[in-house]
């Protein structure tokens, strides 16, 4: 079973940085993972779960949504079967449960996700 752990949410002031972190395991075929989309989503109280940006773990391009172009970078470890969400400029909009999520296919359509990790930015 795939599991994905998140961690890195905390609480900062505007225009401060977070780094999130989510760790991939339980991967039974170790090609598995090479061939994986991950993505970062969140959710604020209240309001549809969002897209933040995707990356394909075998390489390709990394994309995401316009409200934090410029501002968040995904980047991997694969050897440890990690990514990250650097988030830098942070606006008090920004405050979420951010999910780390995992898809074979398509980016847009996780097929695990993790258990989530709060950000909270203040203003």
Request: proline share 2%; charged share 15%; glycine share 12%.
């Amino acid at each position: 079973q795939v599991r994905l752990v998140e961690s890195g949410g905390g609480s900062v002031q505007a225009g401060g940085s977070l780094r999130l972190s989510c760790a991939a395991s339980g991967y039974t075929d170790s090609t598995l993972y090479s061939r994986m989309c991950m993505s970062w989503f969140r959710q604020a109280p209240g309001k549809e779960r969002e897209w933040v940006g995707s990356t394909r773990v075998g390489g390709g391009t990394t994309d995401y949504a316009d409200s934090v172009e410029g501002r968040f970078t995904i980047s991997q470890d694969n050897a440890k079967n990690t990514v990250y969400l650097q988030m830098n400029s942070l606006k008090p909009e920004d405050t979420a449960m951010y999910y780390c999520a995992a898809a074979v296919g398509s980016c847009r359509q996780p097929n695990y996700w993790g258990q989530g990790t709060q950000v909270t930015v203040s203003s």
